[in-house]
């Protein structure tokens, strides 16, 4: 099957080149935009590439909503199957996209939109065939995890960690999608739709990395505790939790063991239990591997990832209760239900009393909405 590529950037160009020695797959036109036509297989002409009958498959690398959306729909109009890795694209378009894939017949695949070279989504998609999904976390951002595992293992600053990450092609156009958390919050989306059959496009939860800082490193090793960036996903009656927040872990812990650009996913079934896959989550060649991956299962008759009763569902984060270890300005102290203070002066360090992750991010927006400064990890169970 041939396959057209629309978008040459780092991940675009490592489907090319996987293109050219994949099993029953074959390169096709590569889209580029008007004015950026450098070698004979680029072209800036959509049109030209819908109409070419040899073009069996349509692999989108381009990132963004807009025109990522309305190519999608043109390639699924003119038959050919659509494969992507663009996650802001199938949260907010995917249920759409999966429906008029389903109409045509045709295979609507975005494995590589989460976890980069691990395959979190397709191992989701293939379990909820035999089990039942009780819940879904992980390391989802790369820039992130190699942020954090390089501020806190070598002492790299905030800065010099982002353009670290930046420059090794981890990173989004715009980094601020991956400190933010809002890249991980995503890919837990596209994980609780594939898992719960539920997609939740309200009442999410998210908080990145950005209030994290170097004396933040320091306190956390002297308590030999280090951070990780999570998402997380479960059903919550007919709806479902999403949250994405940082995470303190005992240095010991598995999440603390992935390092660089690795993602850990992780899924329980109530028949298999705990499931682990960790990897390279972002980076050319093992996102392009996702993609290629997604592209031999159409050849093997795979069609869609999103469960066909997938509906889009406000998310519920109110319920389950954790502790957070927090670091703000001591006028704050008094708007949080501290349990234990563990640094006390005009910087105090402490931990809350069980919360939900609602009530928390709502406690650090008004402690922020005042001007305060505020770092805030969920901590495991005790
Ligand atoms: N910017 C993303 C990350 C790329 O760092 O994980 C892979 O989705």
Same mark, same amino acid.
């Given at each position: ?42 072209? &800036?002409? @959509?049109? %030209? ?7 069996? *498959? $349509? !692999? ?119 400190? &933010?958390? @809002?890249? %991980? ?7 609780? *739709? $594939? !898992? ?14 950005e209030n994290f800082t170097a004396g933040d490193v320091a306190d956390l090793r002297s308590r030999k505790l280090a951070c990780r960036l999570i998402a997380s996903g479960a059903p919550v009656g007919k709806t479902v939790s999403t949250c994405v927040e940082p995470m303190v872990f005992p240095q010991s812990a598995p999440e603390c063991s992935v390092v660089m650009n690795f993602n850990m996913t992780k899924y329980i079934g109530q028949k298999c239990g705990p ?108």
């Amino acid at each position: 099957m041939q396959v057209a590529v629309l978008g040459y950037g780092t991940v675009g160009g490592g489907v090319y080149a996987m293109l050219q020695s994949a099993r029953g797959l074959e390169p096709g036109p590569v889209l580029v935009r008007p004015g950026k036509v450098k070698e004979k297989f680029q072209t &800036s002409d @959509l049109e %030209a590439i819908l109409s070419d009958d040899k073009v069996g *498959a $349509v !692999a989108e690398v381009m990132g963004g909503i807009d025109p990522a959306f309305s190519y999608a729909k043109k390639v699924l109009e003119s038959g050919k199957h659509f494969v992507t890795s663009n996650k802001a694209l199938c949260a907010a378009h995917g249920l759409e996209l999966a429906a008029l894939a389903r109409q045509k017949g045709l295979g609507f695949l975005f494995s590589s939109a989460c976890g980069g070279g691990v395959p979190f989504l397709h191992n989701l998609s293939l379990a909820t065939r035999s089990d039942t999904i009780t819940s879904i976390s992980g390391i989802l951002n790369g820039t992130t995890n190699y942020m954090l595992d390089n501020m806190q293992r070598r002492g790299l600053d905030y800065q010099e960690a982002l353009s670290d990450a930046q420059l090794l092609g981890y990173a989004e156009a715009d980094p601020t999608a991956d400190v &933010s958390g @809002l890249d %991980a919050l995503r890919k837990i989306m596209l994980g609780c *739709a $594939v !898992a719960f059959g539920r997609l939740p496009t309200g009442g999410l939860l998210c908080e990145g990395i950005e209030n994290f800082t170097a004396g933040d490193v320091a306190d956390l090793r002297s308590r030999k505790l280090a951070c990780r960036l999570i998402a997380s996903g479960a059903p919550v009656g007919k709806t479902v939790s999403t949250c994405v927040e940082p995470m303190v872990f005992p240095q010991s812990a598995p999440e603390c063991s992935v390092v660089m650009n690795f993602n850990m996913t992780k899924y329980i079934g109530q028949k298999c239990g705990p499931i682990v896959l960790m990897g390279q989550g972002a980076g050319r060649f093992p996102t392009a591997s996702a993609v290629l991956r997604d592209l031999s299962s159409l050849l093997t008759g795979e069609r869609e990832m999103f469960p066909a009763d997938c509906v889009a569902v406000e998310a519920d984060n109110s319920r389950e209760k954790r502790k957070y270890y927090v670091r703000c300005h001591s006028d704050a102290a008094s708007l949080l239900p501290l349990e234990r203070l563990l640094m006390n002066g005009f910087t105090i360090r402490a931990v809350t009393e069980p919360v939900s992750p609602e009530e928390m991010h709502n406690l650090a927006k008004k402690i922020r909405n005042n001007g305060g400064s505020l770092f805030f990890a969920a901590m495991e169970d005790e």
